[in-house]
């Protein structure tokens, strides 16, 4: 049988921190080490695998190798079940205590993430979550690389590689200020919005989503402005600065600026867009990941305008 290579769990550690990061000096950093541990570490590691990990960038970071991005994955899932190994040879079993990464789509964050904090603290008071905020893209690339376990996220630009569980659906909406002519109305066809200038939600994805709505109606919209901020996008309708589309309903009418904006029904037949948990395909969800997705499938979410069920 061939020997298996002299490998300790330290260096898988500074090895997936690294991965995770892309930067020697932060992960050392997160690891309370010094830079030189890290890095020789990985250098052994390397030694002993006889692969490269990295491809080094001078003052530029790192770049994973295709080997190192087999090992990332791996090595993230096997520290994570050691940990639970661990926990369980204790006899803890049956709590859920540790850390757990969730990357969130930002403008989901404050419909969910206050509220999972909440149950969680009174189910599972030894979990820890840390929430990393981005956009799509930039929760499918944490859940890729390894940076977070799972993710809160609309089911778009996914990939074959992530899997997903629907926790909800939302239906979009036309999000215009109070005083708007149409502000009363039961419902909008997107078609009597030609014309109309817009105010975008201007993330990735996103913004191609709320475009399509249009496009299929027959509608190229006059951007006026363009923001990454949800409530920034809402706080423009609110001043007469155009309509926009949205998914979430807050349940305030009132923005941060003071003005008023009103949530009318799209009266097309507009698909859904269902909210998911997602995490790697492959990847066995551990007790802390089971737990998040319990919790967030557990909160009292309110269907968005113009659900039926």
């Not at 603290?121 to 859940?143: F, K, N, Y």
Request: glycine share 8%; net charge negative; charged share 20%.
């Amino acid at each position: 049988m061939p020997k298996t290579p002299d490998v300790t769990t330290a260096q898988l550690a500074y090895f997936a921190e690294a991965a995770d990061q892309l930067n020697m000096t932060r992960a050392a950093e997160n690891l309370l080490v010094a830079q030189s541990a890290v890095s020789s570490s990985i250098a052994q590691l390397e030694r002993s695998l006889g692969v490269q990990l990295f491809i080094r960038q001078p003052s530029k970071g790192l770049i994973l190798t295709a080997a190192g991005e087999r090992l990332h994955h791996e090595a993230r899932s096997l520290l994570t079940r050691l940990d639970e190994a661990l926990e369980a040879a204790r006899g803890q079993e049956s709590e859920v205590r540790g850390t757990v990464t969730l990357a969130c789509f930002a403008t989901l964050m404050p419909f969910y993430i206050p509220g999972l904090l909440s149950v969680l603290a009174a189910t599972h008071p030894q979990l820890r979550v840390d929430v990393l905020e981005s956009d799509a893209e930039g929760v499918r690339e944490a859940i890729r690389t390894g940076r977070a376990e799972l993710g809160l996220t609309y089911d778009f630009g996914l990939g074959g590689n992530i899997r997903t569980a629907e926790i909800a659906r939302t239906t979009p909406y036309v999000l215009l200020p109070e005083s708007h002519r149409l502000a009363r109305a039961d419902g909008i066809h997107l078609a009597r919005l030609r014309g109309e200038p817009m105010v975008i939600l201007d993330l990735p994805l996103s913004r191609d989503y709320f475009l399509g709505l249009l496009h299929d109606a027959g509608v190229e919209p006059e951007i006026r402005y363009r923001s990454g901020n949800y409530e920034t996008v809402r706080s423009l309708v609110a001043q007469g600065h155009g309509f926009s589309l949205l998914n979430q309903v807050p349940r305030s009418s009132v923005t941060y600026g003071g003005g008023s904006v009103t949530a009318v029904p799209i009266l097309d037949q507009v698909d859904g867009l269902p909210v998911v948990v997602s995490w790697l395909n492959g990847v066995r969800p551990t007790a802390r990941s089971r737990a998040v997705s319990t919790g967030l499938r557990s909160l009292p979410i309110e269907a968005s305008i113009g659900e039926t069920s």
